[in-house]
């Protein structure tokens, strides 16, 4: 068998980790729900359990992973001796591989937008139109054109590849980011967005559904129980310190989150500024797709001289966040068919990705009934299924000193630290029951 890939520096599995996780889900999805919950109230609660759940999760997923030194198939039979737990790695990789069909929709979009300002910057009008026209051509042209990128990475390797391009993307997205977060906080009608975003309405802080909502957020964003992060685990070396990891790779992907909100909160309201609606009939803030291909162009079309490479800026900083991350859902498949069936990487990502275009092609054929459904069952449903599976099978079936040991390895002194005495017991009790509690309530109501 081939030799597995391993990251060549922390850096470069922080960025790359940070990558998988820093994606629409941020930049996208987390304003939106910001904008659809009570502003800053959703941003309390999703912090709130972004530490208290999501990121014990994310420990368990690494652990498991530098453990195992396998793909998330093989992984959890080796903690448990048991053959049939294998089904959490299955479930995990169909529910990525569904994930990344519509991810790779959206990140078609995001190129064609960014092409649509560029294009219309060099006159090419008739072209600038068609590309934001909502067309199945222009769909399916563009998602196979963003599987193909995410195809080249992913088939260069673990280090060659997927680290290499995290290390360049991310600080480009970060860069892109502040110049945004500054121009947009210059404009007249940002403080008021600023002040939405920052002062939460205590009343929401307890609403139940904005809990619901708050913890598949932290679970997508985090890129959790779907075996990515187990998969990443699986490169780092053992002489890494797993906790501090950990922890640095959910406190970029929460600041990114919140960078985005300070993006795109005050950029709605500079957009009300200059006429633009922004409310929906039932008073609420405009979120979703309307969000980002509505509200925000009819502020960009505002936009002349130099501030008209503000949209393309955008667009580009949406299309890297979304390719950080879609080269981490495919190294799902792509790891377990390279290292059980064919060795051969090359070949396992061009199945995969076709397979995977398959899907997609389904739910464009099919637009209306699937896009939807999809999103929600694998982003509200699987994912914290999966995570409340994880928490069981690592903290009841995995034997206690194994695990203990593995966190110790890279970091010796780690007994004195509260993450020792108190996070193995937490993920066993605790973490299962904020997740079915939080599942009980969401069908009661
Ligand atoms: N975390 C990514 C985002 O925020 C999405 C993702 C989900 C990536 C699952 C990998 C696995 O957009």
Request: proline residues 3%; neutral net charge; contains cysteine.
């Amino acid at each position: 068998m081939a030799t597995r890939g391993e990251f060549s520096s922390k850096f470069g599995f922080v960025m790359a980790a940070a990558g998988s996780a820093v994606g629409l889900g941020n930049i996208w999805g987390f304003p939106t729900q910001v904008a659809s919950n009570g502003g800053a109230a959703f941003v309390f609660v999703y912090l709130v359990l972004t530490f208290v759940l999501a990121y014990p999760v994310l420990m368990a997923e690494l652990l498991v992973g530098r453990y195992a030194k396998s793909n998330s198939i093989d992984a959890y039979p080796k903690i448990t001796n048991y053959k049939k737990s294998a089904f959490l790695g299955v479930w995990g990789t169909l529910t990525v591989s569904s994930i990344l069909a519509f991810y790779s929709i959206v990140g078609g979009w995001l190129m064609a937008w960014a092409l649509h300002y560029f294009t219309s910057l060099i006159g090419l009008t008739a072209i600038a139109a068609w590309l934001v026209e909502f067309s199945f051509e222009r769909n399916i042209l563009f998602t196979v054109l963003f599987s193909i990128l995410t195809l080249l990475i992913v088939r260069q390797g673990v280090a060659a590849g997927i680290e290499r391009w995290s290390v360049r993307l991310m600080p480009i997205l970060l860069g892109l980011m502040s110049i945004l977060i500054v121009y947009v906080g210059l404009q007249r009608g940002a403080s008021e967005g600023w002040s939405v975003f920052i002062f939460p309405n205590f009343s929401r802080v307890f609403d139940i559904d904005l809990a619901i909502s708050a913890m598949g957020q932290a679970f997508f964003s985090l890129s959790l129980g779907v075996g990515t992060m187990l998969i990443y685990g699986s490169y780092l070396s053992k002489s890494e310190n797993m906790v501090s990891i950990g922890a640095l790779v959910a406190l970029v992907d929460v600041g990114v989150a919140i960078l985005a909100g300070a993006l795109i909160i005050p950029a709605m309201y500079v957009a009300q500024a200059s006429g633009v609606d922004i409310l929906d009939g039932a008073g609420n803030l405009i979120s979703g797709d309307g969000l980002v291909f509505t509200v925000l162009p009819a502020l960009f079309d505002n936009m002349r001289g130099l501030a008209s490479l503000v949209p393309i800026g955008f667009f580009t900083l949406l299309l890297v966040a979304a390719l950080t991350s879609s080269i981490s859902m495919l190294e799902v498949p792509v790891s377990y068919i390279t290292e059980r069936k064919s060795g051969d990487r090359a070949k396992a990502c061009y199945w995969v990705a076709g397979a995977i275009l398959l899907a997609s092609l389904i739910i464009l054929l099919n637009f209306d009934a699937l896009f939807g459904l999809v999103v929600s069952l694998t982003t509200e449903y699987s994912q914290p299924l999966l995570g409340l599976f994880i928490c069981v099978i690592v903290g009841w079936f995995w034997n206690r000193n194994q695990l203990l040991e593995e966190i110790r390895l890279g970091n010796p002194e780690i007994e004195i630290t509260l993450f020792w005495k108190i996070w193995p017991v937490y993920l066993q009790f605790v973490c299962p029951l904020i997740i079915l509690l939080l599942f009980y309530h969401s069908f009661q109501s």
